[in-house]
């Protein structure tokens, strides 16, 4: 079936701009992640979701960033007044369920904001 | 808060030749997942091996193995018989086992370079 998706795959946005990216999960899985991947970094854990609801929002790195999931199936990841930090790699990543087990996590292809 | 580190990062094998790539990790915990993903240049993340702590055998997926070794929190990846298509950015990654957190932590990466 199909992987994980993304959209927009690039995103050009003038500083101060809101941006929302969106993923769409496998289907049928319940968890969804969202991770952001600096240049030169590794992957940082933003958030996830277990159905809708999202148990860990630790790895947010302020109040201008939100994520929300609806029908237990699409997110968006929502940036508001985007700052040059913000520009990134932001992956989605889904998994059957949360918690216990091995369970692997599908990455997207990912969407790559510049903020100018 | 655990924390993963990859020391090299850059290295280099010859077409058919073997690597090795070095990951140790810091944690409390006994019960937890490590992973090895390759991140291509389409930037899609690919998991390569999976290692369960509890599970003294080294994980092998045909060319791919690992040395895990728990009592020094280290887990290297060797790939042998190394090939063209194995160029790309390898991450490791840890997963606790423990309560219901599901995110991964990674490293920073290595780039693998494949030459003729």
């Known amino acids: 079936g199909a992987g994980v998706s993304q959209s927009p795959s690039n995103k050009v946005t003038e500083k101060g701009k809101d941006v929302e990216l969106r993923c769409d999960p496998i289907?049928?899985?319940?968890?969804l992640y969202w991770y952001r991947q600096s240049l030169g970094q590794g992957l940082e854990f933003l958030i996830y979701?277990?159905?809708?609801?999202?148990?860990?929002k630790s790895g947010l790195p302020s109040d201008r960033f939100s994520a929300e999931r609806t029908g237990g199936s699409v997110s968006t990841l929502t940036i508001q007044r985007t700052q040059q930090e913000d520009s990134a790699v932001y992956l989605c990543?889904?998994?059957?369920?949360?918690?216990?087990?091995?369970?692997?996590?599908?990455f997207g292809p990912g969407t790559r904001l510049t903020v100018t | 808060a655990q924390t993963v580190t990859q020391s090299q990062p850059e290295m280099s094998v010859q077409e058919a030749e073997t690597v090795t790539l070095s990951c140790t990790y810091d944690?409390?915990?006994?019960?937890?997942?490590l992973f090895w993903y390759k991140q291509p240049p389409s930037r899609q993340m690919i998991l390569v091996i999976r290692?369960?702590?509890?599970?003294?055998q080294n994980a092998t997926e045909n060319r791919f193995s690992v040395n895990f070794q728990k009592a020094a929190k280290s887990f290297s990846l060797k790939i042998s018989d190394s090939q063209l298509g194995d160029a790309a950015m390898y991450f490791c990654?840890?997963?606790?086992?423990?309560?219901?957190?599901?995110?991964?932590?990674f490293g920073t990466g290595t780039r693998l370079q494949v030459t003729l």
């Open positions: 979701f277990q159905g809708n609801s999202a148990p860990d």
């Open positions: 990543a889904s998994s059957l369920v949360a918690g216990f087990g091995g369970y692997e996590q599908y």
């Open positions: 944690t409390s915990e006994s019960d937890y997942y």
């Open positions: 289907s049928g899985h319940t968890a």
């Open positions: 990654a840890y997963r606790t086992n423990t309560g219901t957190a599901s995110k991964l932590t």
């Open positions: 290692q369960e702590a509890y599970k003294q």
